[in-house]
């Protein structure tokens, strides 16, 4: 069965310092892969994506994500943490399996908290 | 360009009264529409899903019900709420079949009492 992992539920950092939030895959073939974030009351906003190509996605906010095949992986970078970075991230996979209702298999979201 | 719309924002229903929850996308056609709930403020749990007209796949059986009217418009309906029906409701639509991700209303955050 095709899932998505967020191993962390919370992520602290302090403002100034690189963050990484963890994802990992599993699914059969190609993997379609997605970050999206949550301000509180919100909907989610599509941060970045990899569909094919270069391995490290650059995408909005300053965020980039690194592809890793061989590790299965999709973490979610950033080279300078904010305050205003603070929210719920979200990974997800698209569901290959699903064709064209392109379905999308979300992980449980870890929290992002950066300190002052 | 495409937008989604979602109302309404906020919402507090006593148990057994009825739901309708309303989602509109302009700008695109033939949209797949998405609903999910989140509860606790953390997982999204895919409730329906729809690639057409009167086309509604569910995923999770419930006291919810879903229908499209039209091909820009998605409803989540109940007849009776429960207590757990609270939560916070996400409309979401897509493209097919490229390989894109969601684009997200702003939500709806119900509250059965």
């Known amino acids: 069965a095709q899932s998505v992992a967020q191993p962390e539920d919370q992520v602290n950092v302090a403002e100034g310092n690189p963050l990484t939030v963890k994802c990992t895959y599993s699914?059969?073939?190609?993997?379609?892969l997605f970050w999206y974030v949550q301000y509180p009351n919100r909907g989610l906003q599509f941060l970045l994506k990899?569909?094919?190509?270069?391995?490290l996605v650059k995408g909005s906010y300053g965020f980039e994500a690194e592809f890793n095949k061989s590790q299965t992986s999709f973490h979610l970078k950033k080279p300078s943490a904010l305050v205003s970075d603070s929210a719920l991230y979200f990974c997800?996979?698209?569901?290959?399996?699903?064709?064209?209702?392109?379905?999308?298999?979300f992980g449980a979201g870890t929290r992002l908290a950066v300190h002052p | 360009s495409q937008t989604i719309h979602q109302w309404p924002a906020t919402l507090v229903q006593p148990v057994g009264s009825p739901l309708s929850l309303e989602c509109t996308v302009e700008?695109?056609?033939?949209?797949?529409l998405y609903w999910y709930r989140q509860a606790a403020g953390r997982g999204l749990q895919l409730l329906f899903y729809s690639v057409g007209i009167g086309q509604i796949s569910s995923e999770v059986p419930q006291n919810l019900s879903a229908s499209r009217p039209q091909d820009r418009q998605f409803i989540l309906s109940s007849k009776k709420l429960l207590l757990s029906d609270s939560g916070f409701y996400l409309c979401?639509?897509?493209?097919?079949?490229?390989?894109?991700?969601?684009?997200f209303g702003s939500g709806t955050r119900l509250t059965v009492v």
């Open positions: 990899y569909i094919t190509g270069d391995n």
């Open positions: 979401a639509w897509s493209g097919s079949p490229d390989p894109q991700g969601y684009t």
């Open positions: 700008g695109t056609s033939n949209p797949n």
């Open positions: 997800a996979v698209r569901d290959i399996a699903s064709g064209g209702y392109n379905k999308l298999i």
């Open positions: 699914v059969s073939g190609n993997p379609y």
